[in-house]
């Protein structure tokens, strides 16, 4: 799990404002990993704000990929 909250962490690196802060704080006192899989979308928002549809979709497939193994089947 903290693999994945590393990924996410670092896809923020570089970015600033109020919508990144509280994001950064959403996913350090996220509790469990279904927490941060349903916050790749907010992350998604947040990404393509800040450089892109395409960057930010680039990212989110990467950090989507450290889920495998980690969910529940139905998700």
Known sequence: MENVR??????LIGTSGCAVARMNMRLRYAGDIEALWYLRTDLFSILA???????????????????????????
């Not at 590393?6 to 896809?11: G, Y």
């Not at 800040?50 to 139905?74: C, H, K, V, Y």
Request: aromatic share 4%; hydrophobic share 45%; charged share 15%.
């Open 6 to 11: 590393q990924a996410m962490l670092q896809s």
């Open 49 to 75: 704000g800040l450089r892109g549809e395409s960057a930010a979709r680039a990212a989110i497939d990467q950090i989507t990929l450290l889920f495998q193994g980690q969910l529940p089947r139905p998700l």
